[in-house]
């Protein structure tokens, strides 16, 4: 067994982390108006739970509105209801067969608010990653002192293994920055 393979074996773990996160700040609402923000809320709708992805099609005719267009027309009063209680703050109007959503615009309070949540998640994404880089770095010397790799081999490991976690701190760090212009 070499080191590399301790590396491929953590590389899908840490773009794991890095995919969560991207899901994650996918649904903090931003001036733009984005499916993700309610493709998620659960809505109880006969007796079970359904995500209104499963309820409906969500469309983003304008840059602060959403439009869900229920596949049943029973289904728009228990979409509403989940919608309301969801506490993002959007208000519903029922046109006919759709919902429509209209964001209200972000004050400087909640842009704040929002800022701290987006470091908050990162910092947390950041923290799993160095975890993970720490159980293959166990790994690594622990086969080290099993004589199955060199001591080279080693820090050659360490290197590599600390070059893929800079760069998903990269990517993280990128991200962020993405999402935190979007607040503008």
């Known amino acids: 067994m070499s080191y590399k393979e301790f590396i491929d074996k953590v590389k899908p773990e840490i773009e794991k ?5 991207e899901g994650e700040l996918a649904k903090i609402r931003t001036s733009r108006a984005s499916p993700t ?3 998620d809320i659960e809505v109880n709708a006969f007796g079970s739970k359904f995500t209104i992805k499963q309820l409906g099609a969500i469309s983003t005719p304008q840059t ?4 869900i267009q229920p596949w049943d027309v029973s289904y728009i ?5 989940a919608i309301s209680q969801s506490g993002l703050g959007m208000s519903c109007a029922v046109d006919k067969n759709i919902i429509r959503l209209n964001l209200p615009m972000l ?3 909640y842009r704040q608010s929002l800022g701290k949540i987006l470091n908050e998640k990162a910092e947390q994404a950041k923290q799993t990653i160095r975890r993970q880089r720490e159980d293959a770095w166990n790994k ?5 002192k099993e004589k199955q790799i060199s001591e080279d081999d080693k820090f050659r490991g360490k290197d590599e293994l600390q070059k893929v976690v800079d760069d998903y701190q990269e990517k993280i ?7 935190k212009n979007e607040l503008i």
């Open 173 to 179: 760090k990128n991200l962020v920055e993405k999402k």
């Open 37 to 39: 923000l309610v493709e």
């Open 107 to 109: 004050t400087e309070e």
């Open 140 to 144: 690594i010397q622990t086969a080290q």
């Open 77 to 81: 009063e228990p979409i509403e209801k």
């Open 17 to 21: 982390s890095f995919k969560f996160l």
């Open 64 to 67: 602060n509105q959403l439009v």
